[in-house]
DNA sequence: GATCCGACATTTT
DNA sequence: AAAATGTCGGATC
């Protein structure tokens, strides 16, 4: 249960509010099972004899109070040994009007009208086991910690100068530093079992200049790597032996200044207790690596966004299937069984934190199987242990990166060492975990780039394993991948065609689809929303619905973020793959989900019909041109002031200037001018030394380019590097606007102003044609098959305007069209003051305006059909079958011409 | 020759 | 600093 449902939970407590069912309707909304509640009520768990007292262990304390002394009550009764001793973590008293609490763990108070209870919820949260292994979202333990250790690392560095010289001393730095986490938390959290021991021992045998603390260091490793405690010192003896792997190997440890000493030490004294495994790793991965450390953490995945992905991928199943067995011992047995051999697999899993939150949430599962197991035997306390049946070998994953990769591992321990505390807190007397030292079980996590991998080598795959892939592989444009991941790309998608267009992410996707060939196996990655937009749906989807696949959940585009300080700037989706089946999909949009027949590549419902990009319109319409390319390093380009600045002085070059419109210009209302100087003028321009200086600028510029085509423009700087100006009258078609307008602004322009390539551009058309494009079945199309900056729209001829299906119509019903258009023209005359930007912001269109376009709406739609559409759902399933209607008349044209072609 | 995209880039509020 | 919203030119076909 998340914080949003119980949110709800509460408020309609107060919607059939009686004061006898309060307390059980309020545990209830915070997720305590029906049957503990109905034991509550008949009285075999309420633990105090007190009327009017309910005593819930490690839950509640509640008690009715009539009169105005709530909060002495308050205070009184949570001193009192026989209440303290089941280990309530609230204290309440309420006369059903106001209501006072205690938080007993965090020393918190709450005093409030009842009224306001859903107001301040998220005060009981920790009822729902929430703060289980999310206490907070600061992560102000895990910041501190990752900072200090970046000092420390930046240290040994400077003092070590040797490290970075070759890979394997680097993998050896990075395993030492794995150890001093190990042992920091170890010593904080009991795996160690004398409190600070690992801080205390070095500082008292170590000399505090610091040379001999890399000797004190490799001993103590050493220790933690020998069974026998024979002729071990005193002061090694206190430790015990770990082992596991971590500390297999020997390794020489760095040399300490006395300042990196003193760091260590200081070190120790940070709360490890409360560091979370799942972001930590991340962090300190971050603050390793120096590149990624101007962005820290910046793409590690926030739990929420984690629980988004495994909830619908496995977690939400397998607990409707525990709900669905209750009440049968076996059958819950036998779900412990099935979990603990499932497999987790995380072909990009960094610092391992999808699986560390999988590992929590799964035996967080477990644990509440095993306690309504319990409840169900009515097992004596003491008489019988349950230890987990989940185990860290069911956890697999690949990691490019070294370090990430031993932090996974690492990670991984931590997280069940946390887990084994919960799970015998929980359980209370009848669960028991097994000692974790030494260190057995290890995540199975790779170190390799898993796009070359075998993936069932690394996650092996017999029949009828339960396996779920999930993971936040990186993304990268075509254009941001560098030549390696250029080559990964080839060696994974070479089968499509066009496959360098393809985002790096798309090797995630056929890699997992060529790894789901049973239906037990799943997968969903978070990934960047272009592999859902645009150019590349036809890239990679056809592969994956071919192979028997299809998206059985998926996340609509948010934005991405985390508690990282600079955000990635990118929108992402969740999408879930397994085989076909009949079942109904889960479409979710924000926290809407809805369930749906099924889920397209477009993430819309309704057909799979997937456009291809076009060099020509499908329908009878004129060429749409992409705008004039300069490429000048904005040398050509003058604003208002410097364009009169230089005419001023130099009246003739006046002739030199046209304007330019791209999107900004013709949106915003700005104006920019460029210089447009013909060949045979260039001498004199060039006699005016700020021109002169600019051609120069633009050649330099261009010579220094890495692409050949924009190195040979170089000698000639007054020339586009590519353009269709052509003094003509055009209508300008933005290539970039915001989602939030209803229509991509469009206008008219005559040939003076030249269109950049931040737009499109349809020269001498007719007026009709700007009704077509600013319809509203346009915009549908546009929305859906279009790509996308963001989730805002991306106007492209090749997806947009020579794909549309639009029907051939009479010149009376396009004089018709010309009227509606002219109506726009003239509402937006009215507001000549205002810019595009305004004319069609939703907050502030003109209502004129709106009305003129809707009676366009309604004339465009009636060239295809008299009976009006009543959705863009409708809108859309017509425009789909029409597309594919007229492409197949088209294909066929095509084979015709060609075949009577090859016949003369 | 023509063009679609951006683990973005820049402006606006 | 957060929110809004579209540049520019490489890489690719």
Not at 131 to 146: K, L, Q
């Amino acid at each position: 249960m998340n914080s949003s449902e119980i949110e709800h939970n509460v408020k309609c407590i107060f919607e059939n509010f009686s004061n006898e069912e309060f307390v059980f309707d309020f545990l209830l909304a915070y997720g305590i099972s029906k049957t503990s509640v109905t034991r509550l009520k008949k009285g075999d768990f309420n633990l105090s004899k007190v009327k009017g007292e309910l005593l819930y262990k490690n839950k509640i304390l509640f008690k009715e109070e009539d009169d105005d002394s709530l909060l002495s009550t308050i205070d009184a009764i949570s001193k009192e040994e026989r209440i303290l001793k089941h280990k309530p973590r609230f204290a309440i008293v309420t006369d059903y009007e106001t209501m006072v609490a205690k938080d007993l763990k965090l020393k918190r108070n709450l005093d409030i009208p009842l009224q306001d209870l859903p107001k301040y919820y998220s005060f009981f949260l920790p009822l729902a086991g929430s703060e289980v292994y999310n206490s907070s979202n600061d992560n102000e333990a895990d910041r501190n910690a990752a900072y200090k250790m970046a000092e420390l690392y930046d240290l040994l560095i400077h003092e070590n100068p040797d490290i970075y010289n070759s890979k394997e001393t680097v993998h050896n730095l990075n395993i030492f530093l794995s150890r001093l986490l190990f042992c920091y938390f170890a010593e904080d959290t009991g795996i160690f079992e004398v409190e600070s021991v690992f801080t205390n021992t070095l500082a008292q045998h170590t000399t505090s200049n610091g040379s001999d603390t890399h000797l004190f260091l490799n001993r103590l490793f050493e220790r933690l790597n020998t069974k026998s405690e024979n002729s071990l010192p005193d002061y090694l003896v206190k430790f015990p032996y770990v082992n596991g792997g971590l500390f297999k190997d020997k390794i020489e440890s760095p040399i300490f200044s006395a300042k990196a000493r003193k760091i260590l030490i200081d070190l120790g004294g940070l709360n490890w207790k409360d560091i979370n495994p799942d972001i930590f790793g991340s962090m300190i991965q971050a603050v390793v690596i120096p590149e990624y450390r101007s962005d820290l953490g910046m793409h590690y995945t926030s739990v929420p966004n984690i629980l988004k992905l495994i909830r619908p991928l496995f977690l939400n199943e397998l607990y409707e299937t525990f709900e669905k067995h209750q009440n049968n011992v076996l059958q819950l047995r036998k779900l412990i069984q099935r979990i603990a051999g499932i497999k987790f697999f995380d072909p990009a899993c960094g610092s391992g934190n999808f699986l560390i939150i999988t590992y929590k949430e799964i035996r967080l599962l477990e644990i509440k199987i095993i306690q309504q197991i319990i409840a169900l035997e009515k097992i004596d306390l003491f008489t019988a242990a349950f230890t987990t049946s989940v185990s860290l070998n069911q956890f697999y994953g690949i990691e490019l990166d070294d370090f990430a990769h031993e932090m996974a591992i690492l990670s991984l321990w931590l997280a069940e060492h946390q887990m084994n505390k919960v799970f015998e807190e929980m359980l209370e007397g009848y669960g028991a975990s097994k000692p974790i030292l030494p260190l057995k079980e290890a995540g199975k996590i790779v170190q390799g780039n898993a796009t070359r991998l075998s993936w069932e080598e690394v996650c092996p795959k017999s029949k009828d394993d339960e396996i779920y892939i999930i993971g936040n592989p990186p993304y990268l444009g075509s254009f941001l991948q560098n030549k390696e991941q250029k080559q990964d790309l080839a060696f994974v998608c070479k089968r499509f065609k066009s496959y360098k267009d393809l985002d790096y992410i798309a090797c995630w996707f056929v890699k997992a689809t060529d790894f789901i060939n049973d239906e037990v196996v799943k997968a969903a990655f978070v990934t960047t929303n272009s592999i859902c937009q645009g150019e590349q749906v036809i890239l990679l989807w056809p592969f994956v619905l071919n192979r028997g696949l299809e998206i059985f959940f998926a996340y609509k585009s948010f934005k991405w973020t985390n508690n990282a300080k600079g955000n990635a700037g990118v929108y992402c989706t969740i999408i879930g793959l397994q085989n076909a089946s009949n079942e109904p999909k889960k479409l979710y949009d924000n926290t809407m989900c809805y369930s749906v027949k099924s889920i397209s590549p477009y993430l819309t419902t309704g057909t799979n019909t997937i456009i291809s990009k076009r060099m020509k319109p499908l329908s009878k319409l004129p060429v749409m041109n992409y705008g004039s390319k300069i490429v000048d390093d904005g040398n050509l380009i003058f604003s208002n002031e410097e364009k009169n600045r230089l005419v001023t002085q130099y009246p003739e070059t006046s002739s030199y200037f046209k304007k330019l419109a791209g999107s900004a210009e013709f949106i915003r209302g700005l104006e920019r001018w460029c210089l447009y100087i013909d060949d045979n003028k260039i001498e004199f321009a060039t006699s005016v030394p700020e021109i002169n200086n600019r051609l120069k600028a633009v050649s330099e510029f261009r010579r220094k380019s890495t692409e050949s085509s924009t190195r040979e423009m170089a000698n000639k700087p007054n020339r586009f590097y590519y353009s269709v100006h052509n003094n003509s009258d055009s209508i300008i078609v933005p290539r970039t606007s915001s989602e939030r307008r209803e229509y991509i602004p469009m206008g008219f322009l005559n040939g003076d102003t030249i269109v950049s390539d931040a737009a499109s551009v349809i020269y001498n058309a007719e007026a009709w044609i700007f009704g077509v494009l600013t319809s509203r079945i346009h915009m549908v199309w546009v929305k859906t098959v279009g790509g996308r900056l963001k989730t805002d729209y991306r106007y492209s001829s090749q997806l947009c305007y020579n794909t549309f299906p639009f029907p051939e119509i009479s010149l009376k019903q396009k004089e018709n069209l010309c009227l509606y258009v002219f109506a726009i023209l003239d509402e937006r005359a009215k507001h000549s003051e205002k810019t595009m930007a305004q004319l069609y912001s939703p907050d502030t269109m003109p209502i004129g305006l709106k009305e003129a376009h809707q009676e366009l709406d309604k004339a465009v739609e009636q060239c295809y059909r008299l009976q009006p559409f009543t959705s863009d759902t409708e809108r859309l399933e017509y425009l789909f079958k029409l597309y594919e209607e007229m492409t197949k008349k088209d294909t066929l044209f095509a084979k015709k011409k060609k075949v009577r072609k090859s016949k003369i």
